[in-house]
């Protein structure tokens, strides 16, 4: 045994015995009792509605919707207060290089055509489904209405450029799953799909813990999105029907297809 | 019951990965509540056993993430300890100095290192729960090692004699 072999043998008994070692008594029931909690209220995960368990920590103490109204508030507290400061007239004169025709319609944008140039329709075509297109030019053609250009500059630009990066990459995660379900219809398994999974998983990873994962609905697909990667990634030419059945279940059960394609803005022309 | 077949192994990863108890409750937790959500998917024990754990480390790496981030904040600069810097002087204790350089590896490192080394998982199993190859996985633990022999250099010479 050489002196490097002694040494990692020597290193891993003592990681074994005392790198954050575990209690010896597990608290099984009281993390079953949290777990039966989260599932039976519906709690969709680290951001979801709040159980209030004496074993969950700050995170989930705290319901969801608290972090939204204060953020909502404070962006709200901002646009007032920029819009104050700057008026009106700084903004008209800002309004010309700002604002665009609105010929394209309220959610007809493609996700690669956006820029930061172009807030209001970056918004329009990522943000709340609900939001009325037609709201859009009567606020853009006045002058009063430019002052909403200016005033949640910081955090418009942050939350809209994670709304098109998330945007962007649902695309990508719905063309490969199509691609991918169609090679898994006719047995094939194709091994730039894999790698392409990979890619995705790893920007699946990331947006889930970036602000783009803070709307519910949003982190619930990429949390489902993920789970998918998983299973696709690990898929090889020796893997079982079975296995296939299973990812094939995952896309069908949980609608991963049909909610990318619901959650991705569509394209313009 | 699958919980009770599955939670000891589940929570040991996680107090590993966490050094705290109640974030590996936490972590714990979340993995089995998302694993039942879509527990219709699996039908096999071995194939939820591997699932769980692709989610329980996919759970625990996010979350520690966010942790940090936090923490970050508070910690000065003056408490970082560098793989590459440390002094015996300053940290005579072997034990406080492993845990250092573990927790200074990179995080792909330390995982794999923590999965194979402490809590004596494969490498397929890693694989299967990183979503990687199990090269990448043996790789990661070679590396691992080699920067922890590193980091305790200066012991070396009363271990291995």
Known sequence: MSDEDRMDALLRQLAADEYNRPPEIIPREQMWEAVQRGLGTGDKGLGGNGEQGTVLPFHRRVPGWVYYAVAAALLLALGIQVGRLLGPSPAQQLAPRTTQPDSLGPTRVAPESVSIGNPRRDLAATDSRSDDGAKGPPKQKGGGPERQLTPDVGNDI????????????????????????????????????????????????????SPAARDPVRRRLLQDLELVLVQIVQLSPKSSARDRDLIKGALTDDQVLTRLRTAIPVKGT | ???????????????????????????????????????????????????????????????????????????????????????????????????????NLPEGYRTVFVMHDVEGYTHEEIAAALGVQPGTSKAQLFRARAKLREALADFAGEWVS
């Open chain 1, 158 to 209: 942050s939350a809209r450029a994670y709304s098109v990066a998330a945007a962007q990459h649902l695309t990508e995660a719905e063309a490969m799953l199509t691609v991918f379900k169609g090679d898994l219809s006719q047995g094939r398994m194709d091994a730039e799909i894999s790698a392409w999974g990979k890619d995705l998983l790893s920007n699946t990873r990331l947006l889930l813990d």
């Open chain 2, 1 to 103: 019951m699958l919980y009770d077949q599955h939670v000891d192994r589940v929570y040991r990863l996680a107090f590993r990965l966490a050094g705290e108890d109640e974030l590996a409750r936490d972590f714990t937790q979340e993995t089995f509540i998302r694993a039942f959500q879509r527990l219709k998917d699996f039908r096999s024990e071995s194939s939820f056993g591997t699932w769980i754990h692709t989610i329980a480390t996919s759970v625990s790496l996010n979350g520690l993430r966010k942790v940090k981030k936090f923490r970050t904040r508070e910690s000065s600069l003056d408490d970082a300890l560098t793989v590459g810097a440390v002094s015996r002087r300053a940290e005579p204790d072997l034990k406080e100095r492993l845990k250092q350089a573990i927790d």
